[in-house]
């Protein structure tokens, strides 16, 4: 029996067709996948069956029975609930007041009691949280818990999951995984977004292929391969194997001494890291999110003051491309335009600015050829970034920061949230930088990614770098047991490995 089903769905936003008359069916009990480019209309579509959005056509059946979702809340009694990409958390809030904001109608509020509550309620799923903490001092990944916290504990029989592992590490996606499954078996029903497709086929029972807001395709994940899911999403042969010329280091771009630095709570978030990067080659860092990764980025991007320690670069340190771990609170003024975007680091110099005037014509130019080069995909230069899908908002960072040809590019989970085209577009473009010279410091907790795309590794734990390896002989296992603070056998691992 179908437990949702989707009949003709259209949604438009101006002249724009987000969703073009998708029918789809999602049986009971099951793990059904929606994948698709970003800005295929996943999120569109979510966001209907979530009560966010109202469909301008279409139906909607739960049970077989026609509902109509007319906010979230109506979806929340109606037993959908939705993980955004994207949190929707209060910040200033605790785990515990994040939860159970919206559901409590009583002036007698128990907090210590909701607190164990939720406390039991993330041991039993495996996604163990401190409920005292306030959101704005998580992790990325532990906000992601959090928000699985929010719809389990509102009891939904529908689970919409936008993308997330995309911030989870290996152990993290595998307990979700476990649960996700445990879920299915206990009859409740689940919708699967994400762009990782090995992921997909070993968890989802089918999927859905959408490409430009239609149904390209609907199939069992057992008939399916992931370069024929790949090229369903894309519309053409899409290469998932990275063709890597070999490393030819050249001079010491980055130097880094004994960094010690402290988080916004002042505990110690790095302490005595120490490494070189040179020209032409990409040093990966591996680790668990929250071991002081995205501390030791912003404080070499000169965003973050140091307590200790050296921060050298032999080139100019206003030519760092820093590509932050979120494009859409640090990478991006969302309200500004493409165009504005763009030259956010340069508008005050020529040929943007002139005798304290922006030159238009100049900085119309610099947008057409950026969206041309980096093929950012808009109706034109003038749209507002927050209007542009996942992918096309992170090509919008990447050509602003590539624009000066920088020496040192720090890349912050640079493909967090993209589909396979986009982080094979993204990819690409890292390695034509490091093949003309650049220092690439490329930081993810997407391990498999980090030993790809590196020519070192350094796997951090718990704010040191505890080993830099070579990418070429280094195995999973190795630098698994390395994250989670293990020793491999009795060899000392190597701290400045070249």
Same mark, same amino acid.
């Given at each position: 029996?179908?437990?949702?089903?989707?009949?003709?769905?259209?949604?438009?936003?101006?002249?724009?067709?987000?969703?073009?008359?998708?029918?789809?069916?999602?049986?009971?009990?099951?793990?059904?996948?929606?994948?698709?480019?970003?800005?295929?209309?996943?999120?569109?579509?979510?966001?209907?069956?979530?009560?966010?959005?109202?469909?301008?056509?279409?139906?909607?059946?739960?049970?077989?029975?026609?509902?109509?979702?007319?906010?979230?809340?109506?979806?929340?009694?109606?037993? &959908?609930?939705?993980?955004?990409?994207? /949190?929707?958390?209060?910040?200033?809030?605790?785990?515990?007041?994040? &939860?159970?904001?919206?559901?409590?109608?009583?002036?007698?509020?128990?907090?210590?009691?909701?607190?164990?509550?939720?406390?039991?309620?993330?041991?039993?799923?495996?996604?163990?949280?401190?409920?005292?903490?306030?959101?704005?001092?998580?992790?990325?990944?532990?906000?992601?818990?959090?928000?699985?916290?929010?719809?389990?504990?509102?009891?939904?029989?529908?689970?919409?999951?936008?993308?997330?592992?995309?911030?989870?590490?290996?152990?993290?996606?595998?307990?979700?995984?476990?649960?996700?499954?445990?879920?299915?078996?206990?009859?409740?029903?689940?919708?699967?977004?994400?762009?990782?497709?090995?992921?997909?086929?070993?968890?989802?029972?089918?999927?859905?292929?959408?490409?430009?807001?239609?149904?390209?395709?609907?199939?069992?994940?057992?008939?399916?391969?992931?370069?024929?899911?790949?090229?369903?999403?894309?519309?053409?042969?899409?290469?998932?194997?990275?063709?890597?010329?070999?490393?030819?280091?050249?001079?010491?771009?980055?130097?880094?001494?004994?960094?010690?630095?402290?988080?916004?709570?002042?505990?110690?978030?790095?302490?005595?890291?120490?490494?070189?990067?040179?020209?032409?080659?990409?040093?990966?860092?591996?680790?668990?999110?929250?071991?002081?990764?995205?501390?030791?980025?912003?404080?070499?991007?000169?965003?973050?003051?140091?307590?200790?320690?050296? &921060?050298? /670069?032999?080139?100019?340190? /206003?030519?760092?491309?820093?590509?932050?771990?979120?494009?859409?609170?640090?990478?991006?003024?969302?309200?500004?335009?493409?165009?504005?975007?763009?030259?956010?680091?340069?508008?005050?110099?020529?040929?943007?600015?002139?005798?304290?005037?922006?030159?238009?014509?100049?900085?119309?130019?610099?947008?057409?050829?950026?969206?041309?080069?980096?093929?950012?995909?808009?109706?034109?230069?003038?749209?507002?970034?927050?209007?542009?899908?996942?992918?096309?908002?992170?090509?919008?960072?990447?050509?602003?920061?590539?624009?000066?040809?920088?020496?040192?590019?720090?890349?912050?989970?640079?493909?967090?949230?993209?589909?396979?085209?986009?982080?094979?577009?993204?990819?690409?473009?890292?390695?034509?930088?490091?093949?003309?010279?650049?220092?690439?410091?490329?930081?993810?907790?997407?391990?498999?990614?980090?030993?790809?795309?590196?020519?070192?590794?350094?796997?951090?734990?718990?704010?040191?770098?505890?080993?830099?390896?070579?990418?070429?002989?280094?195995?999973?296992?190795?630098?698994?047991?390395?994250?989670?603070?293990?020793?491999?056998?009795?060899?000392?691992?190597?701290?400045?490995?070249?």
């Amino acid at each position: 029996m179908n437990y949702l089903r989707l009949k003709n769905i259209t949604k438009r936003f101006g002249s724009f067709l987000a969703n073009d008359n998708i029918s789809l069916s999602v049986a009971s009990g099951t793990i059904h996948a929606i994948l698709g480019e970003n800005g295929a209309g996943k999120s569109t579509l979510m966001n209907i069956i979530s009560g966010l959005y109202q469909p301008d056509a279409g139906q909607i059946y739960l049970q077989e029975q026609p509902i109509k979702i007319t906010s979230p809340n109506e979806a929340i009694k109606l037993g &959908i609930g939705m993980i955004h990409q994207h /949190f929707m958390l209060v910040p200033q809030l605790t785990v515990t007041e994040n &939860i159970i904001l919206g559901t409590e109608k009583t002036w007698r509020l128990n907090l210590q009691y909701k607190q164990q509550e939720i406390a039991a309620l993330s041991q039993a799923y495996g996604l163990e949280i401190d409920p005292t903490a306030k959101v704005e001092n998580l992790s990325v990944g532990a906000q992601q818990r959090v928000e699985i916290l929010k719809v389990l504990y509102r009891r939904a029989k529908l689970l919409i999951l936008d993308e997330p592992t995309a911030v989870l590490t290996p152990p993290e996606v595998k307990s979700l995984i476990v649960i996700l499954r445990q879920l299915a078996a206990a009859g409740n029903t689940i919708i699967f977004i994400s762009h990782k497709l090995e992921e997909v086929m070993n968890l989802c029972d089918s999927v859905t292929v959408l490409r430009q807001g239609k149904v390209v395709a609907t199939t069992s994940t057992s008939a399916a391969t992931p370069q024929q899911l790949a090229t369903l999403m894309v519309g053409q042969e899409v290469g998932l194997q990275l063709n890597k010329s070999p490393r030819l280091p050249g001079e010491i771009i980055l130097s880094v001494q004994n960094l010690q630095i402290a988080d916004q709570r002042n505990i110690p978030a790095i302490n005595n890291v120490s490494f070189e990067l040179r020209a032409g080659e990409i040093l990966g860092i591996a680790g668990v999110d929250g071991n002081g990764q995205r501390e030791l980025a912003d404080a070499i991007a000169l965003l973050r003051t140091i307590k200790q320690g050296k &921060i050298e /670069f032999t080139h100019n340190h /206003f030519l760092v491309g820093y590509i932050p771990e979120d494009r859409q609170t640090m990478g991006l003024v969302l309200q500004f335009s493409i165009a504005q975007n763009l030259i956010l680091k340069a508008f005050k110099y020529l040929p943007f600015c002139r005798r304290f005037l922006l030159q238009q014509e100049a900085i119309a130019n610099r947008a057409q050829a950026a969206m041309q080069e980096f093929d950012i995909r808009a109706n034109g230069i003038d749209i507002k970034v927050s209007q542009l899908s996942g992918g096309n908002q992170q090509k919008v960072v990447l050509a602003r920061e590539l624009a000066q040809t920088p020496a040192l590019i720090i890349a912050m989970q640079p493909t967090r949230g993209l589909d396979v085209g986009a982080t094979a577009a993204v990819h690409s473009r890292i390695l034509t930088e490091r093949d003309r010279g650049a220092a690439i410091l490329y930081i993810s907790t997407e391990l498999e990614e980090v030993m790809t795309m590196s020519d070192r590794i350094a796997v951090i734990y718990r704010g040191e770098f505890v080993a830099i390896l070579d990418a070429q002989t280094a195995t999973v296992e190795e630098i698994g047991l390395l994250m989670a603070g293990g020793q491999i056998g009795n060899k000392i691992p190597n701290l400045f490995g070249v």
